[in-house]
T-cell receptor, first 115, second 109 residues
Framework: KAGVTQTPRYLIKTRGQQVTLSCSPI?????VSWYQQTPGQGLQFLFE???????NKGNFPGRFSGRQFSNSRSEMNVSTLELGDSALYLC??????????????FGPGTRLTVL | DAKTTQPNSMESNEEEPVHLPCNHS???????IHWYRQLPSQGPEYVIH???SNVNNRMASLAIAEDRKSSTLILHRATLRDAAVYYC??????????FGQGTRLTINP
């Protein structure tokens, strides 16, 4: 079974631009979560979508947004990019079994560099 | 979110067992204990999880203290491929993982 795929793998943008990252979950998985990883802050939860609805949200500014489509694929958007947004953005999918038992499967990430 | 405490780094030798500790004194009754690891240049991967009883799978074993305030991930025979950052995470009902700094495991040949 194919794993979680993320596109693009690498991206270079300049300050003030916006960017859209894409994530295709494992077939049959309905939950998609997004994380940001930086050397200083480590791995931080951005948001989680299930059945096209945002269920959980981390502590990030409104410039970070996302959506999920009916086929469970998800996109995240960052508007008005800042230098501090340079990071590895990871997507994870799960069946969404709930009760904290669900295993999350991570993609390889998109490395975003903001110049 | 309940927090976990792990040593920043640990070192072991190839083909020896490795015990990675995690303290979670504020764990709630509904929190599951999850372990993920992140190999260099890869996304995190699931290792094991448990609630109260010890758990075994093909990758590792998870030993949970009776009071659930600590747990230990056991790699029975470490290989060079096990060198990674290991994260101990508490997960309740919410579909999100709160990562700490993890333990960087180095395996010596």
């Amino acid at each position: 079974k194919a794993g979680v795929t993320q596109t693009p793998r690498y991206l270079i943008k300049t300050r003030g631009q916006q960017v859209t990252l894409s994530c295709s979950p494992i077939s049959g998985h309905r939950s998609v979560s997004w994380y940001q990883q930086t050397p200083g802050q480590g791995l931080q939860f951005l948001f989680e979508y299930f059945s096209e609805t945002q269920r959980n949200k981390g502590n990030f500014p409104g410039r970070f947004s996302g959506r999920q489509f009916s086929n469970s694929r998800s996109e995240m958007n960052v508007s008005t990019l800042e230098l501090g947004d340079s990071a590895l953005y990871l997507c994870a999918s799960s069946r969404a079994g709930g009760a904290g038992t669900d295993t999350q499967y991570f993609g390889p990430g998109t490395r975003l560099t903001v110049l | 979110d309940a927090k976990t405490t792990q040593p920043n780094s640990m070192e072991s030798n190839e083909e020896e067992p490795v015990h990675l500790p995690c303290n979670h004194s504020t764990i709630s009754g509904t929190d599951y204990i999850h372990w993920y690891r992140q190999l260099p240049s890869q996304g995190p991967e699931y290792v094991i999880h448990g609630l109260t009883s010890n758990v075994n799978n093909r990758m590792a074993s998870l030993a949970i203290a009776e009071d659930r305030k600590s747990s230990t991930l056991i790699l029975h025979r470490a290989t060079l491929r096990d060198a990674a950052v290991y994260y101990c995470i508490l997960s309740g009902g919410a579909q999100k993982l709160v990562f700490g700094q993890g333990t960087r495991l180095t395996i010596n040949p």
